[in-house]
């Protein structure tokens, strides 16, 4: 059914590097959130301190009911079987075929007779179309192939929690566009708890329930996702519509002389109506029904478009 994942005033450092502080959000059970923010703003530490790979300085996550910050080693081998994970550079280990990495987890975690294992398997390669591919190494195949086989894997043991560092990176668009599509049909399905980081604005837009966004060793803003498209937060605003003016610099961070000047130009333009206009979710394909939690959302979501209308 999925499950809350609770964190609260968290704060991750190395040595006397600060990489985000006092980050508190709450994952819906059952709900798909995207996690954005400029490279290096600690996207990937977040979703390993989410798994307890990361220790933290301060706060808490809550996962069913323990705090998972807290556990011991074995406690947390039992938790992290509600996970599918997928890394940022799909840790695959390179001297097994990709049948032998998707299966690996179901060897490690379960008792599933050699046969079960290789109808899972197949299945989860049929889904992320890597049929025909069984005896590759992860040498020998492209980097889309090598994030798709690590996508089979974070799925073969029915995870309640689903995180995916950039699914979408190093996949053509054709490919990003099944895959949204495949996160859409998954959640609704399986009614797994979804946490994604992206850069893939497109996808931000139309995939999540929720978006937050890190900057500046913060969580700026996390909420729903009508909440933050239609935002007029300056680092919000640029960020989801990807334009060079705003707080946001190749350095990371522009004096605030610059970014007041760039935004008083950029205000009046931007202001017209449509400017902030709310992209349609991505509804699951025919023949998958839609979860109850879908009428809220649509209906929330109508609510802000009154309110977008009204304002204009
Ligand atoms: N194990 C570690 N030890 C020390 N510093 C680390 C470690 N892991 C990450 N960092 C530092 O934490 C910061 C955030 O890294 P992280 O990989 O989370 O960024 P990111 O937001 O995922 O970036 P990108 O979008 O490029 O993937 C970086 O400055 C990185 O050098
Ligand atoms: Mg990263």
New binding site residues.
């Given amino acids: 059914m999925g499950v809350e994942i609770c964190v609260e005033g968290l704060t991750k450092s190395?040595?006397q590097?600060v990489?985000w502080q006092d980050v508190s959000l709450t994952l819906p059970a059952g709900e798909v959130s995207v996690m954005l923010?400029?490279?290096?703003?600690?996207?990937?530490?977040?979703?390993?301190t989410l798994v307890g790979l990361?220790k933290p300085e301060r706060g808490s996550v809550r996962i069913a009911g323990r705090d998972i910050t807290k556990l011991r080693e074995h406690d947390l081998y039992e938790v992290r079987k509600l996970f599918g994970v997928l890394f940022?550079d799909g840790a695959l280990f390179g001297s097994m075929s990709l049948y032998d990495n998707i299966a690996f987890p179901l060897r490690e975690h379960t008792r599933k007779p050699e046969s079960e294992i290789r109808r899972i398997v197949l299945e989860k390669m049929d889904m992320v179309g890597l049929i025909g591919a069984e005896e590759k190494l992860p040498g020998e195949i492209s980097g889309g192939m090598r994030k798709r086989a690590g996508l089979a894997r974070a799925l073969v043991l029915d995870p309640e929690i689903i995180l995916f560092?950039?699914p979408d990176s190093g996949l053509d668009p054709v490919r990003v566009a099944y895959l949204n599509q495949l996160i859409v049909d998954l959640n609704a399905q399986i009614d797994a708890t979804f946490l994604i980081?992206t850069?893939d604005i497109a996808s931000a837009r139309q995939v999540p329930d929720n978006i937050g966004l890190?900057f500046r060793r913060e969580l700026v803003m996390f909420g729903p996702r009508e909440k933050l498209l239609t935002s007029d937060e300056p680092v919000v605003r640029q960020f989801l519509n990807g334009r060079m003016q705003g707080p946001i610099g190749m350095a990371e961070e522009k004096d605030a002389a610059q970014v007041e000047q760039e935004l008083a130009q950029l205000d009046a333009p931007t202001k017209a109506p449509g400017s902030q206009a709310l992209t349609p979710r991505l509804l699951p394909g025919p023949g998958i029904s839609r979860p109850p939690r879908w009428q809220a959302i649509a209906s929330r979501e109508a609510e802000s478009h009154r309110k977008e209308v009204a304002d204009a």
Avoid at 37 to 48: A, H, N
């Fill in positions: 190395f040595g590097q990489i923010g400029p490279s290096g703003t600690g996207k990937s530490v977040f979703l390993k990361l940022q560092d950039e980081v850069h890190l």
